[in-house]
């Protein structure tokens, strides 16, 4: 990275580039000789007392003495793009998974979303901080704890580290706690969608009894699922859910082999809910799925897909990468300290 003007080292930042996301070099250590140096890329999130505070992409924070710093810049916040792999900001991906995954009641708070749905899902119990409370941030934060405690849920907010640094920085010094790490994973959607067809799978609107049999977020049969959950499930621009039948039996007839949910949404195509019977895996099903759904997605104009995935997941990111999937960004909820 170039941080020289006519050959010299430049410290371009200041305090008031904190916000920003920033590149900065400086010394290893103190007392090493010229020349090894360490590169830091994130979000300035403070600068006082001589230090600076910033933030990786995986939620690292780092702090650096302003003393040993020899370079420092603004650098954009949205990566260059990969060949081949769709081109979007975090925000944008994080407004389109919202609108796939819609929470059964949200509310307003300045251009922040709080979404509540009887405790199904993280996603659809969390609030989704895309711009300015419109108020002080303390102010805010008290809103957002009791219109969750209003409904007897955990306050929670989905965060991706390095566009929400400072917010996290405050949430974690009021103890709030970090969990369930996730990836949000783009890729081509018409690659997923050249394969032959399988007429194994089938495709319908809305999940039936044996979709939900092999769901594992429903209880049992799938009789159990709240209606705050079945409006999130089935909720989105345009949702297709599809099966393959198969499988060990299960309350009187077989359970599918395996299940997967798309929505449609403009060029974007969100999968969820990719599921295969553990005696039918490495036979391709979870492939088939998608392929299947893609193709149904390109038929309604989408052109890009997206999906998430835990972070320390391996096998399902082995698949995703043999599908032409890549790293967007990471994600994790912090979740507010109980009484």
């Not at 010394?27 to 600068?47: C, H, K, M, N, Q």
């Not at 972070?311 to 999937?325: C, E, I, Q, S």
Request: charged share 25%; proline share 6%; with cysteine.
């Amino acid at each position: 990275m170039e941080f020289t003007t006519g050959g010299r080292l430049e410290v371009r930042i200041t305090a008031s580039d904190v916000g920003e996301r920033v590149s900065v070099r400086s010394l290893t250590a103190a007392g090493e000789r010229l020349g090894r140096f360490t590169d830091t890329v994130g979000i300035l999130t403070s600068w006082t007392g001589g230090v600076l505070g910033i933030t990786r992409r995986d939620g690292e924070h780092v702090e650096i003495e302003e003393a040993s710093m020899v370079a420092g810049k603004v650098v954009p916040r949205t990566p260059a793009r990969r060949r081949g792999i769709p081109s979007a900001s975090v925000p944008e991906l994080m407004a389109v998974g919202a609108r796939g995954w819609p929470a059964a009641e949200t509310g307003r708070l300045g251009e922040w979303t709080l979404r509540a749905s009887g405790g199904f899902t993280a996603r659809a119990n969390s609030l989704l901080p895309l711009g300015d409370p419109g108020i002080p941030l303390a102010e805010a934060i008290g809103q957002v704890v009791r219109w969750y405690e209003d409904r007897g849920l955990p306050p929670r907010v989905q965060l991706v580290p390095e566009e929400h640094a400072l917010l996290e920085r405050e949430l974690a010094g009021r103890g709030w706690t970090a969990e369930r790490h996730a990836v949000i994973r783009v890729g081509a959607l018409a690659p997923l969608a050249d394969r032959a067809p399988d007429d194994r799978v089938t495709l319908s609107r809305v999940p039936d009894e044996a979709w939900l049999s092999r769901y594992n977020r429903a209880d049992g049969d799938g009789d159990g699922l709240p209606e705050a959950a079945w409006r999130v499930l089935a909720g989105g621009p345009s949702v297709w859910f599809a099966t393959v039948a198969g499988g060990q039996p299960g309350g009187g007839e077989a359970k599918p082999a395996a299940i997967g949910r798309c929505v449609v949404d403009g060029r974007w195509a969100g999968f969820a809910a990719i599921e295969v019977a553990p005696e039918r895996r490495g036979e391709g099903l979870a492939s088939a799925v998608m392929t299947e759904l893609s193709r149904r997605a390109l038929e309604e104009g989408a052109s890009a897909a997206y999906l998430q995935v835990e972070r320390d997941n391996g096998p399902a990111r082995a698949l995703y990468d043999k599908l032409g999937f890549a790293d967007h960004h990471a994600y994790h909820y912090l979740r507010a300290p109980q009484d």
